[in-house]
């Protein structure tokens, strides 16, 4: 599952980074031309006013980090949740059972924590655009 999170996280990456901002219209008829002219020049407003852009790159790294954010809270939670029961538990194999549950779910925790990072540097990749 974490594998398969942090594949999706690289893909959309690659896939965001793969999108052409500028079609190859140099082989279009000269009616499709115009209308690609027109295209562009609204292409330009928008880059002009950063407000009327929409900006992939900002808005997958606050989504990233959001998700991620709230898996890691949810993770650190049950991590606690185990260890305190580790702490309080006197059978030796229900000691061993939350120690190792606890373990697992820190880990969860860390990958969260670098899918918030991720999310940081597709901010700060959207900023300096």
Request: no cysteine.
């Amino acid at each position: 599952m974490i594998i398969k999170t942090i594949m999706i996280i690289l893909l959309t990456q690659f896939w965001i980074y793969a999108q052409e901002e500028h079609p190859d219209w140099t082989l279009l008829p000269e009616w499709e031309q115009d209308s690609i002219f027109i295209e562009q020049e609204s292409l330009d407003l928008r880059q002009e006013n950063p407000l009327l852009e929409f900006n992939k790159n900002l808005y997958a790294g606050m989504g990233i980090m959001v998700i991620s954010a709230a898996a890691a809270w949810k993770f650190h939670q049950q991590a606690d949740k185990a260890y305190s029961n580790y702490l309080r538990e006197g059978d030796l194999s229900k000691i061993n059972s939350h120690y190792n549950k606890a373990r697992k779910n820190d880990r969860y925790t860390v990958i969260s924590y670098m899918g918030i990072q991720t999310g940081i540097v597709l901010i700060i990749r959207s900023i300096f655009k």
